[in-house]
Every structure is written in structure tokens, then in C-alpha cells.
């Protein structure tokens, strides 16, 4: 292997370690950012997903480099083996899961953060007072003012952030010491009433993480039915909560769900709100991409009773478009929020004056210390667009996805399988020429799947609604124009018909 720039003596520093060499890595990050711009700029004009040709995939099984390649070589191998071949969820038409694009001026913003990297644990420093700032603009508009918060790598952690709370929460509301004895109630000879919580069986798999990381155990999730429109049924829900307390249960929380994964349903918020007051229970809401609903005129109304939550936890890294990883938990009473993750240390302990003045409040506020500067990205693109513009691209994916849905709708070889009240569309080619069983939809339906993803030019992804196998465009892409989801529809059909002709 051969070395752009060898420093057989050079001090140990990951630095430059003369003009020459700040000047090298200085051009070689201006083009860095040129082919950034550049790629950013031309990503309709490339497939969304390619796969790795076999041949470049050597270099990552190759063994950890003794002796490196020099920055400029490090970077064509970016270029040219890992730059053209990422999920390519930055492109307009990728539709797939729930995964946003990332925003040139975020990147810009990551790479500040990075560049001056500070430690967010807390801290007497401007970069807490941004993190602090954006905490306190999107409780504000999410109608839960002074809310406590933390910014975290994404939905699963900010959700179980908020589990760890409502468990304290009822906790110290009972009695008992959840931090110090355990869910268990250790040392206690008879073992405590069981901690039980609750959302739809549409809640996204994060809860049952949750209950197993929060010592709770996956039995620990109640999972209540549905109605026909894949929201929470508020009527069995307390209807087992009865139940679970008639057993010796201790129900403690209430999820409700602001656009669920699947079909994008928001649960009655308000009944769920109701509900939690009336049964001396935590209200969380799993607002993932919904919550930011509340920001559109258009779809505010649909997370309407959010505000009553005890806490709610949204992704900034996927309808608020910011690169991965960004998402942010509240929780209504900071006293509640402190409670739960508080901990101390002598390293660590506030001064009067100075850096520690105020302490490590991030770090009371969760389980990291070491924390990333992951708010200034958000902060950078609101100071530049304001909300407003957030909440535009928010409406005008929920028109585009209407749009969706009027020519599903219309066509007689697409089927749509579940309500599309949000931004997600669930739904299936069903040939006309053909009668086939439910099986064979299935099969058909995943063949189509694969050769949309595999073909490059729109890429959805899948789920199953009442047991069957359903294209699922979940739609949070600020890049993509109208002409794209008419693409979205003809390339379904075209394919579709294409396989019921190859069969
Ligand atoms: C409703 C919902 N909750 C939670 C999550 C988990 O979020 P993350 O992938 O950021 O951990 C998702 C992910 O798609 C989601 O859709």
C-alpha cells in the first residue's frame, strides 16, 4: 500500500503537523465538501440503492491498518467504495421504513459540532445553552412549556428514556425506591406487585426493548387491541387495566402512539389523556415522526391531546429531516426528569464559577455523560428556516401521500389495505388478468418489492396489514416532488405487470 504523505518522525497528533500539511488536508476538505454539494445536488439522477460489487467489498475484511494510507487515499476509498453504495435514504425516492434524508445545512452544522466538540454532560457553555434553547422552542410547541429534555441518538432511546421516568414516577408515588430496590423490590422477603404498562399492539418494537432493558420483562407490556382504523382501542384498554389491577398488577403507564409505524394511525390522544387522569397514570406519547404533526396546520389537529402527555419522544432525524442521530425526549416535570436519572459523583460535582457552574444537568437527565453536540444542527436549520418552513415540508408530504392515495385509489390493479390518515401508505398490486389466492399475492406483492428496491429507481419497503403482504410507503423525504410519486405508482405497475407477464 503506498502512503500519500509518510511522517516517519512526526510528532504524535492527530493534527497537521506543518503549513504544508494544513494546507493538503485544508484543499482535501474543501473537496470533500464540493463532491458533498455535488452528490447532494445530482441525487435524482442516480439509483436510490446499489448493491456493493463483490470486488470492493475486499477492502473491508482487510485487517485493521498497522500503518495508515494518508488522508487523500482514506478518501478515495470513501469515494469510490462507500459514497455510491449507502441505503441511499438521502435520495428523493426512497420511501422505505421511516428514515429521513439529512439536510445540507445539517451536515455543515455536524461537521461545526464535530470540529469544535464539545461535551454536552452539561456544562457552563454555549453549546448546552443551544441544547437547552431547542429543548425548550419544541415544548413550547408541542404545548408543554418548561418541560425538561434531552436530545438522544433516536426514537427507541428517547421512548425509554421516558419509560425510566413514568416507572420512578409511580415509584416514589407508592413508596418504593425503583432505583435502589429494583423492580424487584430487593431486599423485600415478599416480592413487590408487578409494574405493567400499555400501548396498542401497533406500538413500534421499542417497547418491548424497553421492558426488557428497564428490568420489567417483555410480560410487562400489555399489548391492547385495535379498531379498524389501527388505533388504540380506549375502551379494552381500561378494561384491562381493571383487570391487571384485580390481579395484583401495578399498571403505570399509558403509551400512546402519534403515527405508528405501520400505517401511521394516531391514537385518540385525548381519550388516552382521559383515561390516565382518571387512572393516576403516566401518559407517554411515542410521537417518533407524528409528534411534529403539531407543527403544520394541516395535520395539528390530528395529535390533538398531545400536550396532556406526562412526556413524548420525537425524531428530529426523521420528519424533521436532520442527519441521524436526533431525536429528543420531554418530560413535563423536570423534577420527575431529574429524579429518575440523577446521580452523583465527586469528578463530577458542580462549582460556583467557572465551566461547572450549573453542573452536568444532561447527565442528570439520562443515562449518557459523554454526550455529542447532536442540537446544533436542529438550532442551525430552525435559526435559517424557521418552523414555519419545517412544517411546510411536513404538509406537503401529507398531500403528496394524499395524492398517493387518490391514484391507488383509482387504479384497478392497486389495492390499498389500510386508512393513509398521515404519511404513510400501505398497499398491494392485485393483477386483473389473473385470479390469484392470498399466498400468491404475497409472493407476487414481495417479488415486486425486491426488484423496486433492487431496480434503483423508487425504493418502499414492506410490512403485513391483516396478514398480508403490503408495499408501505412511509413518506418523510423533504427532497421528493410531485412528478416523483407519480414515478412511485407507474414503476409499481409497470413491474407488476411485467412479473404476471414473465410468470
Ligand atoms: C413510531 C415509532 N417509534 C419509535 C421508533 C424507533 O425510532 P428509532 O429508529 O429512531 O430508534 C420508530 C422508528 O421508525 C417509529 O416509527
Redesign the pocket.
Known amino acids: 500500500m503506498t502512503t500519500d504523505s509518510p511522517r516517519p518522525s512526526a510528532p504524535a497528533t492527530f493534527d497537521p503537523t506543518s503549513d504544508d500539511e494544513w494546507a493538503a488536508l485544508r484543499a482535501l476538505g474543501h473537496r470533500m465538501l464540493d463532491d458533498m454539494f455535488d452528490a447532494q445536488q445530482g441525487l435524482a439522477t442516480t439509483p436510490v440503492w446499489q448493491a456493493l460489487p463483490s470486488e470492493k467489498q475486499a477492502l473491508f475484511q482487510q485487517a485493521g491498518p498497522e500503518e495508515g494510507v494518508g488522508p487523500a487515499t482514506a478518501y478515495e476509498q470513501f469515494r469510490s467504495h462507500i459514497l455510491p453504495y449507502g441505503l441511499g435514504n438521502w435520495h428523493p425516492r426512497f420511501f422505505g421504513?421511516?428514515?429521513g434524508n439529512g439536510t445540507p445545512l445539517g451536515m455543515l452544522a455536524d461537521m461545526l459540532a464535530s470540529g469544535m466538540n464539545p461535551h454536552l454532560g452539561g456544562f457552563n457553555q454555549a453549546p448546552a445553552m443551544v441544547e437547552r434553547q431547542v429543548i425548550g422552542w419544541f415544548a413550547d410547541w408541542f404545548g408543554m412549556p418548561g418541560a425538561s429534555g434531552l436530545f438522544v441518538?433516536?426514537?427507541?432511546?428517547?421512548?425509554t428514556h421516558a419509560i425510566a421516568c413514568a416507572r420512578v414516577a409511580l415509584g416514589s408515588r407508592q413508596g418504593r425506591n425503583v432505583r435502589m430496590d429494583g423492580v424487584q423490590g430487593w431486599p423485600s422477603a415478599s416480592p413487590p406487585s408487578p409494574m405493567v404498562f400499555y400501548g396498542s399492539k401497533e406500538?413500534?418494537?421499542?417497547a418491548y426493548k424497553a421492558a426488557e432493558w428497564l428490568g420489567l420483562g417483555t410480560r410487562a407490556f400489555r399489548t391492547v387491541p385495535v379498531l379498524a382504523d389501527f388505533t388504540i382501542d380506549v375502551v379494552a384498554l381500561s378494561r384491562m387495566i381493571a383487570d391487571d389491577r384485580a390481579a395484583g398488577l401495578t399498571p403505570f403507564c399509558v403509551i400512546g402512539?402519534?403515527?405508528?409505524?405501520n400505517t401511521g394511525a394516531t391514537d385518540d390522544l385525548v381519550g388516552l389523556a382521559d383515561l390516565c387522569a382518571h387512572e393516576q397514570l403516566w401518559f407517554h406519547v411515542?410521537?417518533?415522526?407524528?409528534a411534529l404533526a403539531a407543527l403544520s396546520p394541516l395535520t395539528r389537529e390530528i395529535v390533538r391531546g398531545m400536550d396532556r402527555a406526562d412526556s413524548v419522544?420525537f425524531?428530529l432525524?426523521?420528519w424533521g429531516s436532520m442527519p441521524?442521530?436526533c431525536?429528543c425526549v420531554l418530560v413535563k416535570d423536570p423534577v420527575v426528569h431529574h429524579t429518575a436519572f440523577r446521580n452523583s459523583a465527586s469528578y463530577l460535582s458542580a462549582g460556583d464559577r467557572g465551566p461547572t457552574a450549573g453542573g452536568m444537568y444532561f447527565n442528570e437527565r439520562g443515562l449518557d455523560l459523554t454526550r455529542s453536540f447532536k442540537a446544533l444542527k436542529v438550532w442551525m436549520q430552525l435559526q435559517a428556516d424557521g418552523v414555519e418552513r419545517l412544517g411546510r415540508v411536513i404538509a406537503q408530504n401529507v398531500l403528496q401521500v394524499r395524492h398517493l392515495v387518490a391514484r391507488i385509489d383509482a387504479h384497478p390493479e392497486l389495492e390499498r389495505l389500510a386508512p393513509a390518515p398521515l404519511n404513510i401508505v400501505c398497499f398491494r398490486y392485485v393483477p386483473t388478468s389473473v385470479d390469484l389466492t392470498a399466498a400468491e399475492h404475497d409472493t407476487l406483492n414481495a417479488e415486486l418489492l425486491a426488484r423496486l428496491q433492487e431496480g434503483g429507481v423508487v425504493l418502499p419497503s414492506s410490512t403485513r396489514i391483516g396478514g398480508a403482504f403490503a408495499l408501505r410507503v412511509?413518506h418523510v423525504n423533504h427532497r421528493s416532488v410531485d412528478a416523483d410519486m407519480d414515478l412511485l405508482i407507474d414503476t409499481v405497475v409497470e413491474t407488476g405487470r411485467l412479473i404476471i407477464a414473465q410468470r
Not at 441518538?153 to 421512548?159: E, H, K, L, V
Not at 406500538?203 to 421499542?206: A, D, I, K
Not at 411515542?286 to 407524528?290: E, R
Request: proline share 0%; aromatic share 12%; net charge negative.
Open positions: 421504513w421511516v428514515q441518538t433516536g426514537g427507541t432511546m428517547a421512548n406500538t413500534h418494537g421499542w402512539t402519534a403515527g405508528t409505524v411515542d410521537g417518533a415522526f407524528g419522544a425524531d432525524h426523521k441521524f442521530e431525536a412511509a
